[in-house]
């Protein structure tokens, strides 16, 4: 058993009188990747945002690394630091070049050099294949390459774990490729990955473990083959059935 | 001649005060809690909604009134012009802080930033540069209205020319030559503007309006 980065316990989330997260129990360890799949407003990108601390619980608590996020007067974003967020929209800083984007965080949250910030920049740049792009602002880069540049700019912090919420849904079919693509590589390089994602071609490939969740709940889990083939509860096979028939 | 200064240093006193002023309610007004938001409401209301010979009027004759502080024709003018050009100003800048998506707040949060690493290496740099056009509005605008400044007895452009005219009997030459003073400020102030926006601008950043 590896080391837990991430976890939570009977976390719940309200807005306004609707209960949107209504209990949920997680954890990944180091080096794992899980994905999660679930209908649309099944709650997995609120799950999300508050497992990268973006938002606080209404109820529960969140662990990294073991300590009580919440619970303990730790510096959230120092935390925030160590947890990567790709987001659905790229959401890049539109007044910095992809290099600038994946640098400020080095520099100015881990305290880096600017030749160093540089350094751990363009590394991240190779590593999402967009080292050419680096001088290039987020207008003149295509839907995909701009969401490499958000990988790369959560793989500069060095995280201990990257989120991804639904890094594919808004892009046309072959630039969700290359952003999967660049996604696997860092599964099979060991980084600890938590997704939503509805790409099952990933799910199967990477995945140790796939969550499926409906209605605030993870209703069902297991490892791809298992789930995805033989799902136990109607909610998720009719959800499979549906998603792979491309209905 | 000296005229022309006095105006020209006028403006630059409002606009400069505006600024300051501008940001930092526009700042207030988006982040800020509820009565902040009231308070700055309740100053750009009175600025926009009162012409600016009243506001100058008023602060120049009632400041001492109230408060028994004597201040002269020169400082109430610019005080005035402060005040009036922060309260346009504040829209602006509004407009320009709004156009910086949650997103890249959220994206921004994500990374670790604090709330002013993230205004300071996110937002300001993209606000500043979205204002620039509406703000030479704002320029061309507080610039001209500098005129009002005559009823201070304040000698400006527009109160030089009115004696000129008058101990001349050529009100058509001076006024004519007044306005081509104007005229001309303006013109190349722009030209400026419009060189500092090409020079700063990022591609994808444009402003539509």
Known sequence: MGEVVLACEGLKKRYGGLWVLKGIDFEIEKGQTKVIIGPSGSGKSTFLRLMGLLEPPTEGKI?????????????????????GFVFQEPSLFRHLTALGNVKLGPKV?????????????????????????????????????QQRVGI????????????????????????????????KDLARRGVTMLVVTHELGFAKEVADEILFMDDGRIIESGPPEELLKNPKTPRAREFLRRLIGGV | MEGFLTT?????????????????????????????????????????????????????????????????????????????????????????????????LMAAKSLGMTFRQTLRYVVLPQAL??????WTNEYISLGLSTSALIVLGIRELTNISKSIAAQTFRPLEVYLFASAIYFIWITVSMKIFDWIYEKVKIPGLEVNI
């Open chain 1, 63 to 83: 662990y990294f690394e073991g300590k009580d996020v919440y619970g303990s007067g730790l510096d959230l974003n120092m935390i925030r630091a160590k947890i």
């Open chain 1, 109 to 145: 949250v881990l305290k880096m050099k600017d030749d160093e910030a540089e350094r751990k920049a363009l590394e991240a740049l190779k590593t999402v294949r967009l080292e050419e792009w680096s001088h290039h602002y987020p207008a003149q880069l295509s839907g995909g390459q």
């Open chain 1, 152 to 183: 790369a700019r959560a793989l500069a912090m060095d995280p201990d774990i990257i989120l991804f919420d639904e890094p594919t849904a808004s892009l046309d079919i072959e630039l969700t490729w290359e952003v999967i693509d660049v996604m």
């Open chain 2, 8 to 104: 020209v240093e006028m403006t630059f006193l409002g606009l400069a005060g505006g600024f300051a002023l501008g940001i930092l309610s526009a700042l207030g007004d988006v982040y800020g809690t509820k009565l902040m938001k009231v308070v700055i409401a309740g100053y750009v209301e009175f600025f926009r909604g009162s012409p600016l010979i009243v506001q100058l009027l008023f602060f120049y004759f009632s400041i001492p009134a109230l408060t028994g502080l004597n201040w002269d024709a020169f400082t109430a003018g610019a005080v005035t012009l402060m005040l009036n050009s922060g309260a346009y100003q504040k829209g602006y800048f509004k407009g320009a802080i709004e156009a910086v998506f949650k997103d890249q």
């Open chain 2, 129 to 134: 540069r979205i204002v620039i056009p509406p």
